[in-house]
């Protein structure tokens, strides 16, 4: 039996979530690319060498990020969260965030390590997508 | 460390998925949707009851499959195939269709089984994305 679950569900799931699947729009085709986040006061944060994703992301900032929890076909949670893309720029505020993303992802060093002692550096894309709508459904 | 996958790597891997993530655009948004799915002779198979994911999909037929296999951060695969999106409407063709859906997702029983007994039954939908261009990464 399908269900939705209310916002706090999918809140939590989103939360809970380590792996998501962003999807933006790239030269009209939609794009799909599984990222590492941190959902956190209605904002997903993440990070990303220069590439498809990003030059997708500034060109159409609308985006979404899909998570969810599979058991199997019949088992399963899957929520959606849809905002605007952000850069953060501020290098104070680019190392708070990739100190949080090391702390939930400690296998991403020691690239990472070095972005957060280097935090101005740009060669790498830290951003947010300000949550404006976030829906869930469940199915057991 | 990142590479590209060939052809024959990516095609691989999509063959061998079970899940993947829809990607398509439902009023100027991206929209993800994870989806049981066939990969055969280029085109993804799939069936949906209505809903939003078929309704971006009508208005707008052009759609991504993401489907990834992931170890832990630093060790994953994932590939990205686009194409079009076709509904199958022929009752054999249907009946065909369902039948492989079946065969590999036999948890899908007893909804399907009936699907394929009636595969002229209006609610369901059943529909292919015909793949055009197929790519992959690898992170090891």
């Known amino acids: 039996m399908t269900k939705m679950l209310d916002e706090t569900e ?11 699947r962003l999807g933006c729009i790239y030269d009209g085709e939609p794009y799909v690319v599984p990222v590492n986040y941190v959902f956190e006061d209605m904002s997903i944060y993440s990070h990303s060498l220069p590439g498809r994703k990003i030059e997708a992301l500034r060109a159409h900032p609308r985006a979404c ?13 899957s929520v ?27 296998l991403l060093t020691p690239v990472e390590s070095r972005m957060v002692e280097d935090a101005a ?15 869930g459904v469940e199915e057991q």
């Open 80 to 106: 959606i969260a849809y905002g605007n893309f952000e850069e953060i720029r501020v290098p104070t505020e680019r190392r708070t965030i990739l100190g949080k993303l090391l702390e939930r992802f400690p």
């Open 121 to 135: 550096a740009p060669d790498s894309i830290v951003f947010r997508i300000v949550v404006d709508r976030i829906t």
């Open 10 to 20: 999918a809140r939590d799931l989103m939360s809970a979530g380590k792996i998501g």
């Open 65 to 77: 990020l899909q998570v969810d929890e599979i058991q199997d076909d019949l088992n399963w949670r």
